[in-house]
């Protein structure tokens, strides 16, 4: 439990810090594109450490809401999928898909949607990361 | 609306139809019978932004544009009557406050997104009327 609240939480707020502000400098200068990619593998294995941890508490008996723990869990892996969501506008994916609308996103207009999403998923993750931090302590 | 604005709107409404899927789907399985009303709002809601969520993404405008104005409309019926009439919520739902649990974004988020899809239709229907004529019709 402390390894949760002493290391991996924290972990997990700083990161999710980092790539808020990689996501706001990039929205206001897109040329800062590169801070949200090296920002997102980053927050991909800081939420991969926190799933482990918790998946570790669980089994060593932690006496918490198991369902709501493993719901905001889940919640905290799926939001993942929304980071650089800009590779869909690529020339490449709009070529892939039989949509003929599917617009093409130009690299400025690539950096600014990975930035917006990786603001507001960086929110996202910290409120998730939060609500299991509460969870937990509520079954110590 | 360009991309970038509804992009950002897709993600905004994906996540919170991420957020109120969980939190309904948890209470509707596990404690439908306490409180039925708010957390079948809950999940109205929540169903809703996995429309508008889609919708956007498809460019259904008309969708968007009607999911939106309900969304708006779900947010202030269901926070006045939290205030107004207390009693008839046993326990809160996305929407309770205006949507307070989650910084008020289902109240700002419906405006948003109302404001860019009018404009983008009127946008449309500009463009799409016929230019006016620069001679006499004989």
Redesign the interface.
Known sequence: MAVYTGVVFPLVLVVCAALALAGAATLAFPRLHRAVQWAVPVTIGAVALQAVTVIVLLFSGADVDL??TL??L??SV??LA?LG??RL?TPEAAAADPDP?R?V?SPV?IA??DA??AL??AV?IAVVSWRILVILESGA | MNYVARIALIVAYAVLALAALGRSSYQISTKLAEAPVPYLVSGVSAALYLVIAIALWKRWAGVALVGTAIELAGVLVVGTLGYVEPTWWADETVWTGYGSAYGWVPLVLPIVALVMLVRERRAVLSSSEPAPSSGDAR
């Open positions: 369902i709501l719901g905001y889940i919640a799926a939001l929304l969501i800009g506008g609308n617009p996103l207009q600014r949607v917006a999403s507001i998923v996202a």
